[in-house]
T-cell receptor, first 114, second 112 residues
Framework: KAGVTQTPRYLIKTRGQQVTLSCSPI?????VSWYQQTPGQGLQFLFE???????NKGNFPGRFSGRQFSNSRSEMNVSTLELGDSALYLC?????????????FGPGTRLTVT | QQQVKQSPQSLIVQKGGIPIINCAYE??????FPWYQQFPGKGPALLIA?????SEKKEGRFTISFNKSAKQFSLHIMDSQPGDSATYFC???????????FGKGTRLSVIA
């Protein structure tokens, strides 16, 4: 069974630009969660999607948004990038709701904002 | 109340030693406590998890000890090996209700 895949793996953007990251969950998984990982703050929850609906949202500004498609693939978008958005963005999928079933993480997308 | 405090930040042990990583939480509604292992360039991978109805769980060389009254849980790695060198994260959640809340991580180095 293929694992969680994330594209692109690395991205360099300029402050003020916007970016879209993609996540393909494990086949059959309906929940996709997004996390931001930084050395200072650790892993912080961004949002969770289940069956195309946002179920939970973390404490991030509205510049961070996401969506899930009918095939469970998910995208997250960050608009008006700031230097502080530089981080590893991780996607995790689970069969059922996050917290009810084991979450499997992808390798992440390393975003650098200059 | 949603925080999970993890210590130490970093840990160096010799091969064969037993590193212990501790986590503490405040929210008594948490009912699922997983540990994740992350190698450089990889996403976190679930190592072992426990629910509050048991005080200890072992899987291979990894053991979770859980103290409900103290609101603490810890990870022990028996006979540690250099291949165990990684960053370890504890987490907690209310099943089916809230997302995982992660500790800040512990960077473990096992030296030969």
């Amino acid at each position: 069974k293929a694992g969680v895949t994330q594209t692109p793996r690395y991205l360099i953007k300029t402050r003020g630009q916007q970016v879209t990251l993609s996540c393909s969950p494990i086949s059959g998984h309906r929940s996709v969660s997004w996390y931001q990982q930084t050395p200072g703050q650790g892993l912080q929850f961004l949002f969770e999607y289940f069956s195309e609906t946002q179920r939970n949202k973390g404490n991030f500004p509205g510049r961070f948004s996401g969506r899930q498609f009918s095939n469970s693939r998910s995208e997250m978008n960050v608009s008006t990038l700031e230097l502080g958005d530089s981080a590893l963005y991780l996607c995790a999928s689970s069969l059922g709701l996050a917290g009810s079933d084991e979450q499997y993480f992808g390798p992440g997308t390393r975003l650098t904002v200059t | 109340q949603q925080q999970v405090k993890q210590s130490p930040q970093s840990l160096i042990v010799q091969k064969g030693g037993i590193p212990i990583i501790n986590c503490a939480y405040e929210n008594t509604a948490f009912d699922y406590f997983p540990w994740y292992q992350q190698f450089p360039g990889k996403g976190p991978a679930l190592l072992i998890a426990i629910r509050p109805d048991v005080s200890e769980k072992k899987e291979g060389r990894f053991t979770i000890s859980f103290n409900k009254s103290a609101k603490q849980f810890s990870l022990h790695i028996m006979d540690s090996q250099p291949g165990d060198s990684a960053t370890y994260f504890c987490a907690a959640t209310i099943s089916g209700n809230t997302p995982l809340v992660f500790g800040k991580g512990t960077r473990l180095s096992v030296i030969a």
